[in-house]
């Protein structure tokens, strides 16, 4: 295989770094162990953030949603949020059809909101995506599957929590795990996040920095998925005339537990 094309550019990249065109570099030394110290200084600051600090972020996040169509909603507690969610069920309505459903992520923050339970008395069944254990066929596997998808495209509302929102941009980032199908944040007409407030951040540094470098975070990873979601779904392909929900939600909401 003629490599010469290859080669040629690697070496014009060489000489543009200062590096002789001709000599590969060791790899040793490459990669830094260490963070930088402008790394240090943003996990300390993420970390020793105060109060009034993540509640001036939540005001920063709310102005940059604004203009994107994306509704950030800040409440006390769970049982707040759900009540809030309650409210936008009942006055929801599906986008193809008349029967309501709800379909939520297995995630602990989630749980806590008890949605079958408050939803029950509106007759509107709530889906988990968390697929039974079992050690059974990989046919009985595939059914299992198929059920959750059924559930998850049969539903007008999709729940979900997030790793971080990042206020600057009004982004919510989202890795996927067992049990925290991306899907359930692109298919259904309605997304809503809950998150707690501290899980707000800045901007991408701080996000990097987290992924990175922080312990928790940089243990898992980027998973084998990280979405970024910035507000409903948009498309102007149309004679430049703006549209909501061509590729996905038409509605995006983020629900911030201020009580954490």
Same mark, same amino acid.
Not at 1 to 14: E, G, L, P
Not at 18 to 38: I, K, V
Not at 53 to 61: A, D, K, M, S
Not at 227 to 245: L, N, Q, R
């Given at each position: 295989?003629?490599?010469?094309?290859?080669?040629?550019?690697?070496?014009?990249?060489?000489?543009?770094?200062?590096?002789?065109?001709?000599?590969?570099?060791? +790899?040793?030394?490459?990669?830094?162990?260490?963070?930088?110290?402008?790394?240090? !200084?943003?996990?300390?600051?993420?970390?020793?953030?105060?109060?009034?600090?993540?509640?001036?972020?939540?005001?920063?996040?709310?102005?940059?949603?604004?203009?994107?169509?994306? &509704?950030?909603?800040?409440?006390?507690?769970?049982?707040?949020?759900?009540?809030?969610?309650?409210?936008?069920? $009942?006055?929801?309505?599906?986008?193809?059809?008349?029967?309501?459903?709800?379909?939520?992520?297995?995630?602990?923050?989630?749980?806590?909101?008890?949605?079958?339970?408050?939803?029950?008395?509106?007759?509107?069944?709530?889906?988990?995506?968390?697929?039974?254990?079992?050690? +059974?066929?990989?046919?009985? $596997?595939?059914?299992? $599957?198929?059920?959750?998808?059924?559930?998850?495209?049969?539903?007008?509302?999709?729940?979900? !929590?997030?790793?971080?929102? *990042?206020?600057?941009?009004?982004?919510?980032?989202? $890795?996927?795990?067992?049990?925290?199908?991306?899907?359930?944040?692109?298919?259904?007409?309605?997304?809503?996040?809950?998150?707690?407030?501290?899980?707000?951040?800045?901007?991408?540094?701080?996000?990097?920095?987290?992924?990175?470098?922080?312990?928790?975070?940089?243990?898992?990873?980027?998973? &084998?998925? *990280?979405?970024?979601?910035?507000?409903?779904?948009?498309?102007?392909?149309?004679?430049?005339?703006?549209?909501?929900?061509?590729?996905?939600?038409?509605?995006?909401?983020?629900?911030?537990?201020?009580?954490?």
């Amino acid at each position: 295989m003629d490599t010469s094309n290859q080669a040629a550019f690697i070496s014009r990249i060489r000489s543009a770094l200062g590096h002789s065109w001709h000599q590969r570099r060791p +790899a040793n030394g490459l990669f830094t162990g260490r963070p930088a110290s402008e790394i240090n !200084s943003i996990l300390e600051r993420i970390k020793t953030r105060r109060r009034a600090e993540r509640q001036q972020l939540i005001g920063r996040l709310i102005e940059m949603a604004e203009p994107i169509n994306l &509704n950030v909603v800040a409440l006390k507690d769970p049982s707040s949020v759900a009540a809030a969610l309650a409210d936008l069920v $009942r006055d929801k309505n599906p986008e193809w059809g008349h029967k309501k459903s709800v379909v939520a992520w297995a995630h602990p923050l989630i749980e806590s909101l008890n949605l079958p339970g408050v939803l029950a008395d509106q007759n509107v069944p709530v889906y988990v995506t968390e697929l039974k254990e079992s050690d +059974a066929d990989e046919k009985f $596997r595939e059914k299992e $599957r198929e059920r959750l998808r059924k559930h998850i495209v049969d539903s007008y509302i999709g729940v979900t !929590s997030a790793d971080f929102c *990042m206020a600057e941009t009004a982004s919510l980032v989202m $890795r996927t795990r067992p049990g925290q199908a991306r899907s359930v944040s692109l298919v259904p007409s309605i997304h809503i996040a809950v998150i707690h407030l501290d899980q707000i951040i800045a901007d991408l540094k701080e996000l990097y920095a987290l992924i990175q470098w922080d312990t928790e975070s940089s243990q898992e990873g980027l998973t &084998n998925c *990280m979405t970024f979601i910035s507000g409903p779904s948009k498309t102007a392909d149309v004679e430049a005339t703006m549209v909501h929900g061509a590729h996905g939600p038409r509605e995006v909401y983020i629900y911030v537990v201020t009580d954490s």
